[in-house]
């Protein structure tokens, strides 16, 4: 199976018209990675399936994917700087600081009980979110797949972030 063989049923963008103020996360702190990951994925599975969570039939085989060049930048420059300063870092930035917290606190939010994947990819980020979600829908692992890029360089020095989520199976399903 490649890519293209996928069908979108659902997407999402941070920010769309009319958004102001990402909304936070609860534990979650000063960075709007996780926020925008938060938010888009639940734009996207609520276009798609309505409020959370969904019962084991229609969540059990949906697997998780964030996709970031990047990484949480913002979280990483907060950390390098208060350890060159020789300062305590705060101890939820070891929570936040991996990928796969904001992944588990969306899959149980809604009940997705497939993988969580975190890539940190070259080339298109896109390209290769499309390509681990097919890779597990081909492997059986997942029916549908939940893919969110995001980045955030731009916001350590002022610019906008911003993120993406796009829900996906095949043609059928």
Do not use: K
């Not at 399936?49 to 060049?69: H, K």
């Amino acid at each position: 199976m490649i890519a293209a063989e996928l069908t979108v049923v659902s997407q999402a963008s941070w920010p769309e018209p009319d958004d102001r103020e990402l909304p936070p996360v609860p534990g979650f702190i000063l960075s709007s990675f996780n926020p925008l990951v938060a938010e888009v994925a639940d734009r996207c599975l609520r276009r798609h399936y309505g409020e959370p969570p969904l019962t084991p039939e229609r969540g059990g085989a949906v697997a998780m994917i964030i996709v970031s060049a990047s990484g949480d930048a913002v979280s990483a420059d907060h950390v390098a700087r208060t350890v060159d300063a020789g300062s305590r870092v705060g101890p939820l930035f070891f929570f936040q600081s991996v990928p796969n917290a904001i992944a588990g606190h969306v899959a149980a939010r809604w009940g997705l009980g497939g993988p969580v994947v975190c890539l940190c990819p070259t080339g298109d980020p896109r390209a290769n979110g499309l390509a681990q979600a097919a890779a597990l829908i081909e492997d059986g692992d997942a029916s549908a797949a939940l893919v969110v890029l995001v980045e955030q360089e731009s916001q350590v020095d002022g610019g906008p972030a911003g993120a993406a989520a796009v829900l996906v199976c095949t043609e059928g399903q």
